[in-house]
């Protein structure tokens, strides 16, 4: 179970620290170099990127991160290290919280970009932009925010998750040693002899009155 409830703590953790580099990216370089560019630049290359993020390498940290934090909650509510189950309810609370963001804000802004078509058709490009851009932008420093506060949750629940293990393995063996039997000093029988010459000796067996 230990070993399940570390693996579990570890994966989330990475899969989380993964979320938020992305979106972090986004927000202090990726978004800023595009707003340099020209609007056909700036809906082109976006259009591009929401199309090519759509695969395998981020939807299954993006997706199955809910479900191991959710069963790294439970391990640890159940199993050990519970002094970090505050940390982990914080960290899923944070990213259930990115991820409606995400779901109800930044995708719906996808599709509203990719639903205005091929950037050489469109007839007003800065207003196609001006309405995407902004909104995307600042909600998106948003989730880069509410991961990365997770993530450092989850650091922290792995310290005192570590610093806990410790106690615990300590705790467990002086449990065990309750249950094993004491050692008593039992007198020798028949008595050793004194070492030392002229010191009364106990007789090596009872004496009977002739």
Request: a positive charge; glycine letters at 10%; charged letters at 10%.
């Amino acid at each position: 179970m230990k070993h399940l409830q570390t693996g579990v703590l570890l994966v989330a953790t990475v899969s989380t620290g993964l979320m938020a580099g992305l979106f972090a990216a986004f927000a202090y370089a990726v978004m800023p170099g595009l707003g340099r560019s020209s609007d056909r630049t700036f809906i082109e290359a976006m259009q591009g990127i929401n199309k090519a993020i759509l695969n395998p390498v981020f939807m299954l940290p993006f997706m199955g991160t809910i479900p191991l934090l959710g069963l790294a909650v439970v391990l640890a509510w159940r199993g050990h290290g519970r002094s970090a189950l505050p940390w982990l309810i914080a960290a899923l609370a944070l990213y259930v919280v990115a991820f409606a963001v995400t779901g109800g804000v930044n995708v719906p802004l996808n599709d509203q970009l990719a639903r205005a078509g091929d950037p050489g058709h469109i007839g007003h490009l800065a207003t196609v932009r001006a309405d995407f851009e902004n909104k995307w932008v600042l909600w998106n420093i948003v989730r880069a925010l509410l991961h990365t506060v997770a993530f450092a949750c989850l650091a922290w629940a792995l310290v005192v998750y570590g610093a806990h293990r410790p106690h615990e393995s300590g705790s467990e063996a002086r449990n065990e040693s309750r249950h094993l039997p004491r050692n008593t000093e039992a007198s020798a029988w028949p008595p050793v002899p004194s070492p030392h010459p002229g010191h009364p000796q106990t007789a090596p067996y009872p004496q009977t009155g002739a």
